[in-house]
């Protein structure tokens, strides 16, 4: 008689028809108003940068993959909204080289050397933002001016609101600082994405667009991005001495839609419970707000959603709900 081994695990068991594939193709549509946005703003530039990061996490995925033995999974689409999310996270002037380094460390080691989709504990794109920053840090933080990605480059708003805000003629300027008296750009622009920033993180608009669709979709939910951004919003409100400016500026500013909605929600670095969700937008946001008002960096979205990765199975643990029977240890 042939000796079968079953695998039981305990109920409910639950079957859905949704797959990696249909998951991933979701969120690449959500990213493309972003894109088009990116585009509009820094030029075709950005087109190239996005294109060239897509590409090269999909050939470093099935390299990898092909190199470990293990089944060439590429069209799942994960490797290439890897490489989406990682072009959102750098200048539109980031040369060519950086793009390929960052998309290969996000793949090969982030991703595929920890077990590859599911198994890797932090998000691979703002893992190789953060070593790319740590490595280039000027050529990641210097930011093309809107319409003059190969001709200028100016300051993000959180870089000037990290100085501190004075008014002159009722207009917010920076108070101190190499940027004293440049005005922070009108909360229309800042809305829209007509600022200086990374290719994806720029416009509100389109993030909240690409985010009211994955909610339609039900591939997130509104529990981590919306406590996370109301988060960094209150405690901006509450540090900024209850000025208005200080809230729109923090939250509309840099890569806190981007993190919250596409980074912070990933399913393989989030926490599965609904509590350990809501610790994760809590600290997520509580993180970037310490790093934005404290640190030496006037942005915090990715060191801040890479810090609660590492501490989500930790949280997980905490906020398990009890299993039905289960025997209680003895002390």
Not at 16 to 21: D, M, P, Q, V
Not at 111 to 126: E, M, S, T
Request: hydrophobic content about 50%.
């Amino acid at each position: 008689m042939e000796n079968t081994n079953y695998i039981v695990s305990s109920s409910p068991h639950i079957r859905s028809g949704e797959s990696t594939n249909l998951i991933m193709r979701d969120v690449i549509i959500a990213l493309i108003p972003a894109l088009i946005s990116g585009i509009y703003f820094f030029g075709f530039k950005a087109l190239t940068v996005t294109a060239l990061a897509i590409i090269t996490c999909i050939a470093t995925e099935m390299a990898m993959q092909k190199l470990l033995g293990r089944e060439v999974t590429v069209k799942d689409l994960s490797a290439a909204v890897t490489g989406m999310l990682l072009a959102f996270n750098m200048p539109a002037s980031a040369p060519w080289w950086m793009v390929i380094i960052g998309s290969i460390f996000a793949i090969a080691i982030v991703k595929q050397l920890f077990g590859g989709l599911g198994h890797n504990f932090i998000n691979p794109a703002l893992a190789a933002r953060a070593v790319l920053l740590a490595s280039w840090p000027v050529r990641m933080t210097t930011w093309p001016v809107p319409g003059m990605a190969d001709a200028a480059t100016g300051a993000t708003p959180l870089a000037i609101l990290k100085e501190g805000i004075n008014y002159v003629n009722g207009l917010p300027v920076a108070a101190g600082g190499e940027m004293a008296g440049q005005a922070l750009p009108n909360i229309w622009n800042l809305f829209i994405g007509n600022v200086g920033g990374c290719i994806g993180e720029t416009s509100v608009l389109a993030l909240a667009i690409g985010g009211a669709y994955l909610l339609y979709r039900g591939v997130i939910n509104i529990r981590i991005p919306a406590i996370y951004i109301l988060t960094v919003g209150i405690l901006a409100f509450v540090f900024g001495k209850f000025d208005i400016n200080y809230f729109i500026y923090h939250v509309c500013a840099g890569g806190l839609f981007l993190g919250a909605i596409f980074m912070a929600t990933d399913y393989s670095t989030s926490p599965m419970t609904v509590k350990g969700q809501i610790v994760m937008g809590i600290g997520c946001g509580l993180l970037t707000f310490v790093i934005r008002f404290w640190g030496g960096y006037p942005e915090g979205v990715s060191y801040s959603i890479l810090l609660m990765n590492v501490a989500t199975p930790l949280i997980d643990r905490f906020t398990m709900p009890r299993k039905f029977g289960e025997v209680k240890k003895s002390a």
